[in-house]
C-alpha cells in the first residue's frame, strides 16, 4: 500500500544517507537526553568541560574556524575552561547550547577538587536556536509545583500543545494535540519505553493510578511536540526527553511522606446527591539516596517510591430502580451505595556510573515497578463482579560512552519485561439483573469477565555515533536493534455471564454469554517473536552565525511473526468466500483477508525525512525564526493485530433461553436447563456449534505515521530587568493509517444498510456458519491546526520567581466517532461516517508560578483552563429507528482547577533540611466532569432531558494533601 499525503522521495533520501556516510564515517549520535555545548573560541585550542558534582570531564579541539563541540553531556552544572577565560554554566536535558568563549569574561577557575559542601550555581543557557517546538521542565518546577501524584509526566500539562488527565476512576493519560495517548512515545536516559501491546504509549500506563517511574529519580526533562530529530523513534505525538538523577562527590538523601484522607476532602457532586462520602485515602512515600564509590570516578543512585490509595466509588442503579427493589443478596452487597477500591505500588530504581579517565563512561540503571489494584467497580457493577489487577515491570541498561578529539560513540544493551494482568475477583458465574430486555442492565454481582495477561519483554541493542569534526556540522547516525517476545493471553468472559429478567424469574436466566477455546485452533494465547530494526542520519549544520538547518532521515522496520505467518483456517475461508461480502455491491474483496502464510509482509517503506532550520535574526540568540516539516512513523499495537489469533482461537458465544416472556427460536435459542450453570458444558456446547465471531486483518497492513509542519518565533525579551522567553508557533499535523476496525457482514443483496436506511448493520448476517467478521484496516486519520504561544520567564537563584503561560488553540477533526477501542461498526466504510470535532480541547490555557516568599516559605500555583472535548453520540431522534446515525457534541461545562503549594524548609546545621508543604487542589472545587449521559432519546421521542448531563466526576475535588520531607 503507497502511503498518500507526504511522500519522500526514497533516490534523495538514499543519497542524503550515502552521501553524510562517507562524511561522517559512519558517525552516529542517539542521546536524547544528553546535553551539547557549541560555539566560538580561539582556534586552535582546547576546550575542557568539568561536572562540579561528579567530576565527570570532556574535552575538544577547536576548529580552525573557531567553532567547537562538546556532545554527550548529562544534564547539570559545568565549568568551561578555555578561550579568554573560565565560566560555570548550566546546561539542561537534551539541550543544544551556544557558548562563545573567545567574547566571555575572564574570571578565575574554580578547583573543582574542592567543591564538597559548597553549592555552585551555574548560569542557565537559553537554548533559542532549534527548530524544535520543545518546553523544558526544570527541577525547580518538578519540585515546587503543585502536584495530586508523583506522575512526573503530570508536569507536561503545562506545555503547548499537551494535556495531562485523571479520570474518575484515577487512572492518568498524556496526549499530545489531536492524537491518542498511544502516540507519544518517552525516552528515560536516551531508552525509549513504548508499549508494544497496550494502549497510553508508555509501558504500564494503560487502565493505570499508577506512575510510569519514581519522581524522585527523574533529574529534569523537555516535551518536543514537534520537529524532534531523526533518532527519535516509534512515536507520531510529543517526545518526552527525561534525564535521572546521578549519585554526586556528596553523600545526599532524602525521604518523604504525603497523602490525604477523607475529611481533607470535598464531596464530589454525586456523594452530595447519595449523601454518603465514602472513605478514602492517599498515601505516597519514599527515599532516596546517593554519593560516591570513588570521587570524581565512580557514583551511585538509589530511589524508592510506594503509593496506597483507597479510592471511592459509587454505585448507580440502572433503569430507575431503588435499592429497595432489589434482591436481597444484592441488597446485601450494595450495602451504602460507596465503596472504596484500593490500589498499590512499588517503584525501585538504581543507578551506577563509572567515568574511566576523560575516554570512558559506563553507566548501569535499572528499574523495577509492581502494581496491584481493584478495577471494575462502580456504576451498575458491584464489589464481586470487579478484576483484580496486576501490573509489572522491569527494565536494565548498560551503557558505555567512548569519547575521541572528534567524534564520541555511544553503545547501549538493555532488558525489558513488561506485563498487565487482569483477572476476575471471583471466579464464578456472572448475574446481571435485567429489566426485560437482557441488555437493559439494572445491576451485575458475581465472576467478572475480564480475563487478560498481556506484555513485551526482550532484548535491546543500540549505537550511536557522533562526528563533529566538520567545520560546521554535528553529523550523527545510529542504529537500534531489539528482539522482543510479545506475548497476550484474552479469555475474556471465561466467567459465563447470565442475564434474568427481574420481571420474570431470579433463577432461570433468559441469555448467556461465555467464551469457550475453538478445538484446534488454541486458547486464546498469542505469542510472537517480533524483531525490530532502525537506522538513522543526521546533520546539524551551522551554516553561519544567523543560520542553522536540521538535516535527518530514518528508516523503521519491524517483523511481527504472529501477523505475517497466520494462516487463515480453512473453514473461514471457505465461509469468506462463500459470504455475501463476495457480492460485487459489497465493497470488500474477502481475498485481501485470506492469509496463506506467504503472502503478508512486513511494512518496509518507513522512510521519515525530519528538515528543520532556525534563522537567528541578529546572531545574538535573542530573535529566532525557526520551522521544520517531517514525518514520524509509530507503530501498530499488538492488541489490535493478535485479535486475528487471539479471537480466532478463544470464541464468543451466546444463546437466548426459551421462557415465556422471553420465548426464541433458531440454533441459539436453548430450554434451559441447569446444567448449564457449570461452565465446561457450555464451552462443549460451543464446541459442538462453531458459531463464533472471526477476526481478519487486512494482507498489507502498514505502520501508522504523521507528517508535521510548523514556523514560529522564539524571543527573549528583557523586562524589568528579567529576560523573558515568548515563543508563537503555527502547527500543522495530520496522522495517517491508524487501525480500525470495521463489520464485514453483508445482506442478501451485498448491501450494508436496507434501503433507505442508516441502521442497524447487518449483525450476525451473511457469514454462516460464524455470526460476525471483523475486518482491521488502516483508515483513522486526524488533522490538527494549532497556535502555539509559550511566555515564560524562568525561575533564577537572583530573581527568586518563575512564571510560566502556554496557550493552545486547535482546530481539530477525525475521520470517524472513535474515542478509544477503535471499533467502527455502525458505517460500511469509515468514509461513510465523515468528519467529526478532534479529541483536543479548542482552547487550553496553563500558568503557573513559582515564588520564593520570606520567612523561607515557596509559594507556587498553577491554573488550568480549558473548552470541553467533543463527546460522540448515536442520535436516534429520527422518525424511525432504522434512521439512527453517529454525532458529537460539545459539553457546556468547561474544565476548571486551580491549586497552590506552600513548603517551608527548617536547616538544622549545614546539610540537614526539614520540610513541610501543603498542597490544595481545586481550591474553588469547581466540578471537572469525566462522563455524560450520551442517550438522546428514541425514535418519535423528544430529546432525553438527561442528554448530556454529567455523570462521572473527573478527580480531584477540592482536596488538602500535607507533606513531610528529610534532606540531607
Known amino acids: 500500500m503507497r502511503k498518500q499525503g507526504f511522500n519522500p522521495r526514497h533516490n534523495l533520501l538514499a543519497c542524503a544517507l550515502a552521501s553524510c556516510m562517507v562524511l561522517g564515517a559512519s558517525p552516529a549520535f542517539a542521546q536524547s537526553t544528553a546535553a551539547t555545548l557549541r560555539g566560538q573560541a580561539t582556534a586552535g585550542g582546547t576546550i575542557t568541560v568539568t561536572n562540579v558534582e561528579t567530576g565527570l570531564s570532556r574535552k575538544a579541539a577547536v576548529g580552525a574556524n573557531g567553532a567547537y563541540a562538546i556532545p554527550g553531556l548529562p544534564p547539570g552544572t559545568y565549568r568551561v575552561d578555555g578561550g579568554t577565560g573560565s565560566r560555570t554554566i548550566t546546561l539542561a536535558v537534551g539541550q543544544v547550547a551556544t557558548v562563545d568563549l573567545g567574547t566571555a569574561p575572564a574570571t578565575p577557575a574554580d578547583d573543582v577538587t574542592n567543591l564538597e559542601g559548597v553549592q555552585v550555581i551555574g548560569q542557565a543557557v537559553a537554548e533559542t536556536r532549534t527548530s524544535e517546538v520543545a518546553t523544558y521542565v526544570s527541577p525547580k518546577q518538578i519540585e515546587a509545583l503543585p502536584q495530586g501524584t508523583r506522575n512526573f509526566l503530570a508536569f507536561a500539562d503545562s506545555v503547548p500543545g499537551m494535556a495531562f488527565s485523571q479520570d474518575n476512576n484515577g487512572n492518568t493519560r498524556l496526549r499530545s494535540g489531536a492524537q491518542s495517548a498511544s502516540a507519544i512515545n518517552v525516552f528515560i536516559d536516551g531508552v525509549g519505553q513504548k508499549n508494544y501491546v497496550l494502549p497510553g504509549g508508555v509501558t504500564g500506563q494503560d487502565s493505570s493510578r499508577g506512575n510510569p517511574f519514581p519522581q524522585s529519580a527523574i533529574g529534569e526533562y523537555k516535551v518536543i511536540t514537534q520537529n524532534y530529530k531523526a533518532e527519535f523513534d516509534q512515536l507520531s505525538g510529543a517526545a518526552i526527553v527525561a534525564a535521572t538523577r546521578s549519585g554526586t562527590n556528596e553523600f545526599k538523601g532524602d525521604v518523604f511522606w504525603d497523602g490525604t484522607r477523607t475529611p481533607w476532602r470535598s464531596a464530589s457532586r454525586f456523594e452530595e446527591q447519595s449523601g454518603v462520602k465514602a472513605e478514602s485515602e492517599e498515601q ?31 454505585f448507580n442503579l440502572g433503569r430507575g430502580f431503588t435499592v429497595s427493589e432489589l434482591p436481597s443478596d444484592f441488597q446485601d452487597e450494595y450495602g451504602s451505595g460507596v465503596f472504596t477500591k484500593p490500589f498499590d505500588e512499588d517503584l525501585y530504581f538504581g543507578k551506577l556510573d563509572w567515568s574511566i579517565g576523560t575516554d570512558h563512561y559506563l553507566e548501569l540503571t535499572g528499574k523495577v515497578r509492581k502494581e496491584s489494584e481493584i478495577t471494575d467497580i462502580g456504576g451498575t457493577r458491584f464489589s464481586s463482579a470487579s478484576t483484580s489487577n496486576i501490573n509489572e515491570e522491569t527494565r536494565v541498561d548498560l551503557r558505555w560512552q567512548w569519547t575521541q578529539d572528534n567524534w564520541m560513540n555511544d553503545a547501549r544493551i538493555g532488558y525489558e519485561k513488561s506485563f498487565w494482568s487482569p483477572e476476575p475477583t471471583e471466579f464464578s458465574n456472572g448475574y446481571w439483573l435485567a429489566d426485560g430486555n437482557w441488555w437493559d442492565t439494572i445491576a451485575r454481582r458475581g465472576g467478572g469477565d475480564n480475563y487478560q495477561n498481556k506484555g513485551q519483554k526482550g532484548w535491546m541493542l543500540q549505537d550511536d555515533l557522533t562526528w563533529y569534526g566538520w567545520d560546521g556540522h554535528t553529523v550523527k547516525a545510529g542504529m537500534k536493534y531489539k528482539l522482543i517476545t510479545v506475548d497476550t493471553l484474552q479469555q475474556n468472559k471465561f466467567n459465563p455471564q447470565f442475564y434474568y429478567d427481574i420481571n420474570e424469574s431470579l433463577t432461570v436466566p433468559i441469555h448467556v454469554e461465555f467464551g469457550a477455546p475453538v478445538a484446534g485452533l488454541g486458547d486464546g494465547t498469542v505469542t510472537s517473536k517480533n524483531r525490530q530494526f532502525g537506522l538513522y542520519v543526521q546533520d546539524d549544520w551551522e551554516v553561519n552565525d544567523k543560520l542553522t538547518l536540521n538535516l535527518g532521515v530514518r528508516w523503521d522496520y519491524e517483523r511481527t511473526p504472529s501477523y505475517e505467518d497466520f494462516v487463515t483456517p480453512a473453514d473461514v475461508v471457505a465461509a469468506l468466500r462463500a459470504s455475501n461480502a463476495t457480492l460485487p455491491n ?3 474483496n474477502v481475498e485481501d483477508y485470506i492469509s496463506t502464510g506467504g503472502n503478508r509482509k512486513a511494512d518496509n517503506n518507513n522512510w521519515a525525512p525530519r528538515l528543520g532550520f532556525s534563522y537567528d535574526l541578529n546572531a545574538d540568540q535573542r530573535n529566532v525564526i525557526f520551522g521544520g516539516i517531517g514525518r514520524s512513523y509509530d507503530r501498530n499495537l499488538f492488541d489490535y493485530l493478535q485479535n486475528e489469533v487471539a479471537v480466532g482461537s478463544w470464541g464468543s458465544f451466546s444463546y ?13 435459542c436453548l430450554e434451559w436447563d441447569t446444567a448449564y450453570l457449570d461452565p465446561e458444558t457450555l464451552r462443549a456446547l460451543a464446541v459442538a456449534s462453531g458459531s463464533r465471531e472471526v477476526y481478519l486483518n487486512n494482507n498489507n497492513l502498514v505502520v501508522p505515521y504523521s507528517d508535521q509542519l510548523s514556523i514560529g518565533m522564539r524571543n527573549i525579551v528583557n523586562m524589568g530587568g528579567n529576560d523573558w522567553t515568548i515563543e508563537s508557533t503555527l502547527s500543522h499535523i495530520e496522522s495517517h493509517d491508524g487501525i480500525a476496525f470495521l463489520l464485514g457482514n453483508r445482506r442478501a443483496d451485498g448491501s450494508f444498510f436496507l434501503p433507505g436506511t442508516t441502521d442497524p448493520p447487518p449483525w450476525n448476517t451473511g457469514f454462516a456458519p460464524f455470526t460476525n467478521m471483523i475486518l482491521a484496516q488502516n483508515v483513522l486519520e486526524t488533522k490538527a491546526d494549532s497556535f502555539l504561544l509559550r511566555i515564560e520567564k524562568p525561575y533564577t537563584d537572583e530573581s527568586r520567581w518563575g512564571v510560566n503561560l502556554a496557550y493552545t488553540f486547535t482546530d481539530s477533526k477525525q475521520n470517524s466517532p472513535i ?16 468528519w467529526f470535532a478532534g479529541q483536543a480541547a479548542k482552547h487550553r490555557l496553563v500558568t503557573t508560578g513559582i515564588y520564593e516568599a520570606p520567612w523561607g516559605i515557596t509559594l507556587s500555583a498553577k491554573l488550568t483552563y480549558a473548552t470541553a472535548l ?6 436516534c431522534n429520527e422518525t424511525s429507528w432504522s434512521l439512527c446515525h453517529f454525532t458529537y457534541y460539545v459539553p457546556k461545562e468547561k474544565f476548571k482547577q486551580f491549586d497552590l503549594a506552600a513548603n517551608k524548609e527548617f536547616a538544622f546545621g549545614d546539610r540537614v533540611r526539614l520540610r513541610l508543604r501543603m498542597d490544595v487542589l481545586n481550591v474553588f472545587n ?25 455523570n462521572a466526576i473527573a478527580l480531584p475535588t477540592r482536596t488538602l494533601k500535607l507533606s513531610l520531607g528529610l534532606s540531607w
Open 656 to 668: 437466548n433461553f426459551d421462557t415465556a416472556l422471553h420465548p426464541c427460536e433458531g440454533s441459539n
Open 870 to 875: 467533543p463527546r460522540y453520540v448515536q442520535d
Open 586 to 588: 459489497s465493497g470488500v
Open 284 to 314: 505516597q512515600y519514599g527515599v532516596s539516596f546517593g554519593g560516591p564509590i570513588v570521587r570524581d570516578v565512580a557514583h551511585f543512585f538509589l530511589a524508592y517510591e510506594a503509593k496506597t490509595y483507597e479510592s471511592p466509588v459509587t
Open 926 to 950: 469547581w466540578a471537572n466532569y469525566s462522563g455524560y449521559n450520551d442517550w438522546m432519546g428514541g425514535a418519535n421521542e423528544p430529546l432525553s432531558a438527561s442528554f448530556g448531563t454529567p
Open 819 to 834: 474515542n478509544g477501542w477503535p471499533g467502527a461498526f455502525n458505517a460500511q466504510t469509515i468514509d461513510d461516517y465523515g
